[in-house]
């Protein structure tokens, strides 16, 4: 995975809710890269940042959101040089949409049209980014369920005649539509139970293996993504605090807050560990701390974690941003208050 | 398979309309039109002293009075020298199937159906357009208004419509009336059609029914459609939030398949409940507006009945307005199942 071309590269990523001085910059300055066939995990708590940069990834923002800087490159084929999707245009976007880039939403519920069949929302994207027939378009809707697991028979039921799991495993099979080389999901199992989690996960692994795509999955919970990504990238405050491989983040967690999510949650394999919660609660974006934005619940804060910014080491394949990972003669010429 | 799939979509709620469910919907409306008609003959029974005895005394003033019209009001509204209750009842249901109301005493001796029958096409053509022109010029600027939120067409069409939704109606008909028709003469003071013109369907009657019809139409489409508007700003407005309209713009959809079946297409559901209760008040008139205009609708009926204390009419023009809600109910009821997918019951 670790060869693979790079599909999507994003770099210095800032989405701001609102303009001026009253900004709240919920996601600032991120940059990460997904690669062919990769599955990407975002974790963090509600207020990170995570959903506010997944729908930037695809353009989906809604005022007062907006993208204050960054580029989203995307990478169609290894040779070519990228089209930056925060600068494509509508109709070369709308192209894009779907049929290179999907998503599923967290609430399986809200987002199936509640009075078009099952069947029906398929068809309109399918015919939407391809030449096909109607018959055609809604054989193929009957294909990508069945696919999911759902009779091809549910294809003519609405929304709200399936039950959440077969909602969730819908929303799934449609985003596999057009095949797309990238579907963004946020958190696309919170809303079903533990057993249900379990069989979509499983199915996602195995349509993955089938089909290439690569996720960028996005979660608060992080034993989840240590079962599910390749790499996982832990947010706090609007800014990756931590980017490696699940193995490395599972065993050698390097930012205090990635250490803490990963000792909130009981392991699914293995001994079981003492749980600890994370003291204090996320930070308010209007007024955060200074220098390192996790210090007032960090465990093992220093003096200068409240005067300087760590920042994540660019480049390195496990790195954390946080200043007990530095060498210590560096933060001092960092500091940014 | 995918052929059954394409052909489907008109064949299930048809499907769904047949059977029980369609029955259930039917055997209901009868009992609630069953309800209407045994309340309009139980009201004036219920009524302190004896209404037909007044109603025979003033018809008596008005000309000589039959036995046969004597038994025909007895019939409607019971009276000291009328049979057992069930009897009386058994008898008006009959004379309600041959349609016989008995006479009216504001248009004595004319018959109460031919009465009502008179003001019911003015009422229903003058309303009904007017209700149908307000609710589509409404619910389309609403829809713009809630599609930008807070942009410059939504910050002047939406306060604006509180506004005018807060003037009342028949003032604004009196403007209307004083301006164009008084002020400027441009067109008719009142009435449904020029006295001199035969009423028929001649190109010339027509015309001058138009010509009538814009004053009280426009008093009517102005002051309703603010309501539509403010209605469907607001659902449109809080729909394009739903996360089924985002997964359509992600979905790479064209806007106008966006706004049609995604967010206009939710977000008019409510309107079209509401529109559906609107047309079935059709025909209880407007009664300030036929007034202030006097057009020769049922508002304007109805207005002559209480002020003559004419009350065979008055039990018509109740009858006829019950019974057409429950009609146009029916269909509406029916035509929204087929809009919106979760009120279809299972059979």
Known sequence: ?337 | MAAQATALPLSGPLRALAGSVLVKRIAFYLVAGWAAITLNFLLPRLMPGDPASAILLKMTELGPVSPQREAVVHRLFGGANSGPLWDQYVSYLGGLFRGDFGLSIAFYPTPVTDVVSSGFWWTVVLVGTATVISFVIGTVLGAIAGWRPGRRFDSIASPLSIFVHSVPYFWIALILAFVFAFQWGWLPLAGGAGRNVEPGFTAEFIGSALEHAILPAATIVLTSISGWLIHMRNMTASVINEDYVLLAWAKGLHTARVVSGYAARNAILPSISGFAVSIGMVVGGSLLTELVFNYPGLGSLLNQAILNLDYPLMQGLFLVISLTVLVINFIADSIYVLLDPRTREVS
């Open chain 1, 1 to 337: 995975m670790k060869d693979s071309p790079v599909l999507l590269d994003v770099a210095g990523l800032t989405v701001e809710y609102g303009s001026g001085p009253g900004a709240v910059r919920a996601v600032d300055d991120v940059s990460f890269r997904l690669r062919r066939g990769e599955i990407l995990g975002v974790a963090g708590e509600s207020g990170s940042g995570k959903s506010t940069l997944m729908t930037a990834l695809t353009r989906l923002q809604r005022p007062p959101a907006r993208i204050a800087g960054g580029a989203v490159t995307y990478h169609p084929g290894s040779s070519d040089p990228g089209i930056d999707l925060l600068a494509a245009s509508p109709a070369r976007l709308r192209e894009l949409r779907w049929d290179s880039l999907a998503v599923v939403f967290q609430s399986a519920m809200a987002a199936l049209n509640p009075v078009m069949r099952l069947g029906a929302q398929f068809v309109d994207v399918i015919r939407a980014h391809r030449q096909v027939g109607r018959k055609e378009a809604w054989a193929r809707a009957e294909e990508l369920l069945e696919l999911v697991g759902i009779p091809a028979n549910r294809v003519r039921s609405y929304p709200h005649e399936l039950s959440g799991g077969m909602r969730q495993r819908a929303t799934i099979a449609l985003a596999l539509a057009c095949e797309p080389e990238i579907i963004v999901m946020d958190e696309p199992t919170t809303a079903v139970d533990v057993v249900m989690q379990r069989q979509i996960v499983r199915r996602l692994m195995r349509l993955r293996q089938q089909f290439g795509f690569a996720i960028v999955f996005v979660t608060h919970d992080l034993s989840l993504l240590v079962e599910l990504a390749d790499r996982i990238m832990v947010m706090y405050a609007g800014r990756i605090v931590e980017l490696g491989t699940a193995a490395d983040l599972y065993h050698d967690p390097r930012h205090p807050y990635s250490q803490g999510l990963r000792d909130s949650f009981p392991p699914l394999h293995g001994p079981l560990r003492e749980l600890r919660g994370i003291p204090g609660s996320p930070p308010d974006l209007r007024a955060l701390p200074p220098g390192c934005a996790f210090q007032p619940r960090c465990p093992k804060r220093q003096p200068e974690c409240t005067t300087t910014r760590p920042e994540l080491p660019p480049a390195a394949e496990h790195g954390a941003a946080c200043l007990l990972q530095q060498p210590a003669d560096l933060p001092g010429s960092k500091a940014v208050r």
